[in-house]
């Protein structure tokens, strides 16, 4: 790998790249932890809960 002859963009890419995957490996990290089972699965309805829908037009 010639370093020296990286642009601004390669240099923005692997920063991004690694950025990424860490913030992945601590997301999956947290999620797998089986001390975090509870607070996970208390929320695993959360998207299909209507108890207090939105109408349509309605301002909340």
Not at 7 to 34: E, Q
């Amino acid at each position: 790998m010639d370093v020296q002859a990286m642009t601004t963009n390669d240099w923005l890419g692997v920063f991004f790249l690694l950025v990424a995957a860490v913030g992945m490996v601590v997301t999956y990290v947290m999620v797998f932890r089986p001390s975090n089972k509870e607070r996970f699965e208390s929320q695993a309805a959360m998207a299909l809960d209507d108890e207090d829908p939105i109408k349509l037009g309605e301002k909340r």
